[in-house]
């Protein structure tokens, strides 16, 4: 289908089509950096609760904290909010706590933003070049005068070149948005469980 098809003529004549390659560079580039850096933060959230809890219990409150700020996964740095101030119990406690899942949210969900997009602006991008190559194919028409249908399907079918590539790069942007957001909702949801357990098994020894 494609073995007689001028691909370089193609880019040049079609802006669009230069500017769908941007966005699928964009695309691969935040979706690698997401997936290293959550790769990076994953850790052993339920470890990590085990042996703050075995610290807690021995009344060693600054080892469980040093662990907890140390841990890669977000339920480390959250859950070491509580430690800050003098109690870990109260509004103040709480006001730490959700600061702390503020923060984490705010790095997880960095760059997050620009897959979405993408998965909303790549097939409108593409239906523009389409539009553009449409355009052009019809001129073309004009010019030479030629109404012969293989000349306005090959036209047609060279415009609905960038529509499939908006497409072929928003529905693995789609994918991956929501796959990370997932990601990102379970980490943080762990994160608040463990910190919640911790301050209860504080509360306990406190007793």
Known sequence: MFADFNWVEWMTNSPIFLV???CSILTLAVASE???????????SDMLLENSLRWIRKGELSE????????AHPAGPVTASLFEG????GQPADERLQVGLSEQKMLLEKNLGVLGTMAA???????????WGIMRAFHSMSLTGSTSPSVVASGVAEALLTTAAGIIIAVPAILLYNHYTRRMNVMLTVAENCARSVRAAVLEVAK
């Open 121 to 131: 602006v790549a097939p409108l991008i593409g239906l523009l070049g389409t539009i």
């Open 20 to 22: 769908l390659i941007g």
């Open 86 to 89: 003098k109690a870990v119990t």
């Open 64 to 71: 469980a904290s040093r662990q907890l700020e140390t841990s």
């Open 34 to 44: 997401r997936a290293w850096y959550f790769a990076k933060r994953r850790g052993d």
